[in-house]
């Protein structure tokens, strides 16, 4: 009997070396390739020579007023041409390494050919001959090396040919459908794959991406109701003097958005219900002391707690932080690079309770930790874990409280949205002393200038990163990599200034001892790929120069920005940039007007289409199949209205008209 779980060899035509090429886009079962949808559509409609700019692609329809002669060159080199009537003007047509294309071309026979224009010339070099019918629809898949994307069309279409769409169940209620005027699943999967025209493939699109954000935010209201109902969680009653005199006993006064973050966090920590909320913060603005002082109200409940970080040297930077701030608690670290005896007695310790606060990497959430009475767990965005993923924290200890911290600033609307299940908490306010990070648009051909000022301000026993984006060379992107960079300033500075070279290809231990260096001041200037992006806190850092800086997202500009501007010295950040496009001068400009993150992601929203629109890598937002959280911002919202309402009903999962929704919701594989 037929299966979506069916593997793919059952398909005709498909053979072991297929598989496994298939195996390399994870498709596995023919449910899997059904559900591989195209990125994009190749919209061959016919334009008009008259109307193209030089070098773009189009569908040029014709009439052949000259044969086809095929030129040789050296092996399997050559190029077939021939001349097209198209109106009133005659079109030179060039095909490189199709010779067989020249039995399709006769003399006065209509052809489409989709190729790309040369306008100085009047030529067209052609890639495609289509048939004569002036509009043709091709979809575009991500693919990757040895699998080619006529080879998984044909997969896809063999696999609807043989009758596997018809197993496809519908996973949308009637109601939703009607409401919404959706397409049937089975519908939309065939025009996901084989449209009739582009207006078909758009309806199918609307009804993916509506399948995919409502399932998404079903997901998020279910946990959010699941968190506020009045036994879900564990009521910590802390102790308000002890916290208020360790509060008094701080080397600086927290700020007025501090204060209301860590009132806002430990009210959710005394009520029964369960926390989970989201804490955003600029870089810079405070949040780990906040996170220690929530670690701390647990301690005076007798809860242990735990801070999930993403790197180890971070891991290990809280540990020495939290180390000074509470000297009189028991603190554990935990990495995935700890020798196994420091490991074992660290895992005992943990277990035991000696342990009142544990600083790790994810390696806090694996299997084998366990603790002796979890209350409260605090992570940092860069997991970017998933609902599901959020739920596994629960699992540990007594279903703990949960605050998630994020450094990217995500407008308020949007993190409702995105972290529909979480309560959201602000701090919008730099702590007291520190200084506005300056910043500077220059030119590469201001550079001379600017490392003459880096020189100084190195005299003066200021600290520098210099940020490449690249690490090797690329033919396609003409930028400075940061291993001629390295060279270029060592030969420029000399013995002067002590460089050194970070990048993402190093072993952790390198990558951790040369920022150990920069940290204790044995090196004065950095030259690092964006591997500092989540970086240390090292005071002395004052200058950030980022090449190429055009080639970056406003949110992860802003984001290596935050690295300097830790200390109470005037810092600065240097973008060197010659941005060709409007939208590359726009995230300039705006760099060189706020520090303000959030107004920032506001602008980021607005310009939509720079590419790295929100840096969803970094922000920790969801990222999805087909949708896109911010294009389909009205249709993310619809969906989170309606599925909030059918989780405010009264037992919902028990009532027959949402069982449909409560089997897809409890699938295993189901994207969260």
């Known amino acids: 009997m037929k299966s979506l779980d069916d593997n793919l060899s059952v398909l005709g035509g498909v053979g072991p070396k297929s598989v496994e090429k298939f195996l390399k886009l994870d498709l596995q079962t023919v449910g899997d390739a059904l559900l591989y949808y195209p990125f994009r559509y190749e919209d061959f409609q016919t334009k008009s020579v008259l109307d193209l700019m030089d070098g773009e692609k189009a569908l040029i329809l014709g009439e052949v007023v000259s044969p086809a002669s095929v030129q040789y060159y050296g092996y399997k080199r050559n190029r077939l041409r021939f001349s097209i009537r198209h109106g009133e003007i005659i079109v030179a047509v060039s095909f490189f390494n199709q010779p067989y294309l020249a039995d399709k071309i006769e003399v006065g026979a209509q052809l489409a050919i989709w190729g790309k224009w040369d306008k100085a010339k009047a030529s067209l070099t052609g890639m495609k001959v289509l048939s004569q019918q002036q509009e043709d629809l091709q979809p575009v898949y991500h693919v990757v090396q040895g699998v080619k994307q006529s080879s998984l069309v044909k997969l896809i279409k063999t696999a609807i040919d043989e009758g596997y769409l018809d197993l496809v169940e519908e996973n949308l209620p009637v109601d939703l459908l009607v409401r919404y005027q959706l397409l049937n699943r089975q519908e939309a999967i065939r025009a996901m794959h084989f449209p009739v025209d582009i207006d078909q493939y758009r309806q199918a699109l609307r009804r993916i991406k509506f399948e995919e954000l409502f399932y998404f935010q079903l997901n998020l209201q279910s946990l959010k109701y699941e968190n506020r109902r009045a036994d879900a969680g564990i009521s910590i009653a802390f102790d308000s003097s002890a916290l208020g005199e360790k509060i008094e006993k701080l080397p600086f006064v927290l700020t007025e958005a501090q204060q209301r973050s860590l009132q806002e966090i430990l009210s959710d920590m005394a009520s029964s219900g369960h926390m989970n909320r989201l804490l955003q913060g600029d870089v810079g603005s405070g949040k780990t002391v906040i996170a220690g002082l929530a670690m701390y109200a647990a301690y005076t409940a007798g809860y242990q707690s735990a801070l999930m970080v993403p790197t180890e040297i ?38 035991s309770g000696e342990v009142d606060m544990v600083i790790g990497t994810h390696a806090l959430i694996q299997e084998g930790v366990n603790y002796q009475h979890l209350g ?16 596994v924290f629960r699992e540990k200890g007594e279903n703990p409280d949960v605050l998630m911290m994020t450094a990217t600033p995500i407008p308020r609307t949007l993190a409702i949205t995105a972290f529909g299940e979480m309560d959201v908490s602000i701090i919008d306010q730099l702590p007291a002393g520190r200084k506005e990070i300056r910043t500077r648009w220059v030119k590469h051909e201001q550079l001379p200038l600017v490392w003459d000022w880096v020189g100084k301000e190195i005299e003066k026993g200021a600290q520098v990163y ?26 420029y500075f000399g013995e002067r200034v002590r460089i050194a070279l970070l990048h993402g290809q190093m072993k952790n231990q390198e990558k951790e001892a040369i920022m150990q260096d920069f940290k204790s001041g044995k090196t004065d200037l950095l030259v690092s790929t964006t591997v500092i992006e989540v970086g240390v806190n090292v005071p002395n850092a004052t200058v ?20 300097v501007g830790r200390g109470d010295k005037q810092s600065y950040a240097i973008l060197v940039a010659n941005p060709k496009t409007d939208s590359g001068k726009e995230r300039m400009q705006a760099m060189t007007e706020t520090t303000d993150g959030f107004v920032l992601a506001e602008k980021d929203l607005q310009m939509r289409g720079s590419g790295e629109v929100f840096g969803t890598r970094q922000s920790g937002l969801p990222e ?18 309606v599925a909030s309402q059918i989780v405010s009903e009264p037992d919902w999962q028990a009532n027959p008209k949402w069982s449909m929704l409560v089997k897809e919701l409890n699938r295993p594989d189901r994207l969260d």
């Open 314 to 351: 971070l891991a290990e930077q809280h540990y020495e932080s939290l180390s000074q701030l509470f000297p009189e608690l028991s603190i554990a670290l935990l990495t995935g690079g700890m020798k196994a005896a420091v490991r074992r007695t660290a895992l005992a310790a943990i277990e």
């Open 544 to 563: 950030m120069i980022i090449m190429d800086a055009d080639r970056f997202g406003l949110s992860q500009l802003h984001q290596l920005r935050g690295r």
């Open 466 to 491: 210099v940020v490449s984006p690249l690490i090797e060379e690329s033919e396609a992107l003409d930028l400075k990599n940061a291993i001629a960079l390295e060279e270029e300033l060592q030969a």
């Open 376 to 391: 409260l767990v605090i992570t940092d965005e860069q997991h970017r874990f998933g609902v599901k993923q959020r739920r």
């Open 624 to 641: 999805f199949q087909v949708a896109n959280i911010i294009d389909d911002f009205p249709i993310l919202e619809e969906a989170r209205r």
